[in-house]
């Protein structure tokens, strides 16, 4: 049995969750509105102020949605109470991150700055000159928007320069000896 997926989600008082019999979910709440299309394998059943996740077969297609599934509701209701962040930290002499509108411009030692416009739904700030946060209601759009703007300039392993999340740790390496 799916450890995840027999948990039920929670659904808060301020949240409406609505799902079809396609499995089409639509969960709206203070922070806004999500929709997706979960796998339609997967029976989902709303029951007063729970969702539960359930199976019609043991067969391996059906126990790997299981978890997923419930996985993907939670995150949906955890994003449109709550919502998501990264924070990410840029490390270097000279590399710095400022906010033009709505633009997120980052001199990061290439010939040109970088401007990267925040894609809909998504929001990013500059605290400092280092310290990024992306934010939004979709945990899966925050994150690869956070790996898009880590991609620019990954940390390196000899002095550590680089983009990085806070929580990260970037092993180092020696650097050359002379004899």
Do not use: C
């Amino acid at each position: 049995m799916s450890r995840i997926g027999i948990k039920p989600v929670n659904i808060p008082a301020n949240v409406e969750v609505n799902i079809d019999k396609n499995n089409f979910a639509v969960v709206k709440g203070p922070k806004g509105q999500l929709e997706q299309q979960l796998p339609k394998l997967i029976n989902i059943e709303i029951e007063g102020t729970e969702i539960i996740v359930s199976r019609e077969s043991e067969e391996k297609q059906y126990r790997s949605l299981h978890g997923l599934t419930r996985t993907l509701i939670n995150n949906m209701v955890t994003g449109v109470t709550e919502g998501y962040q990264k924070t990410l930290e840029i490390v270097g002499v000279g590399y710095r991150a400022q906010k033009q509108g709505n633009k997120l411009v980052l001199n990061l030692g290439l010939s040109h700055p970088v401007e990267m416009e925040d894609p809909k739904g998504i929001e990013t700030t500059v605290e400092g000159t280092n310290k990024i946060i992306v934010k939004g209601i979709d945990k899966q759009q925050v994150g690869n928007y956070a790996a898009i703007i880590r991609d620019w300039r990954r940390p390196e392993p000899y002095k550590g320069k680089g983009i990085k999340y806070s929580d990260e740790v970037v092993r180092r390496k020696a650097g050359k000896t002379g004899n």
